[in-house]
């Protein structure tokens, strides 16, 4: 069985709803940093289940339409790539090659 993953910076999407009726999510580096660590903590206590791999997405890495940006901005800086960085330096890596008992 494979799992999916996935986070995102922020979400906008006023410019396609001129109707009113929109979403708008903003996280700053360091609540994205949280919660991609909660998400990862949770990736890992499910390793008891019958999953084969694992994928972790980030959405939109630079969509200005929908302002979910992870690259250095004026605002941010580098904060949300350090952020990725550092939680990608603690996550425990496992060898794709090398079967598990």
Known sequence: MTQYWGAFVSFDNR???PD???TKI???PKT???CVHNSFQALA???NRKIDT???FVNA???WNEQAVLEPSDKHRFDFLKAVKQLLL???ASDPFVKSA
Do not use: A, I, S
Request: charged share 40%; no cysteine; net charge positive.
């Open 15 to 17: 410019v396609r709803r």
């Open 20 to 22: 009113g009726r929109y």
């Open 26 to 28: 903003k996280l700053d």
């Open 32 to 34: 994205f940093q949280k």
């Open 45 to 47: 206590t499910r390793r």
């Open 54 to 56: 694992n994928y972790y």
């Open 61 to 63: 890495w630079n969509e």
């Open 90 to 92: 603690n996550v425990p």
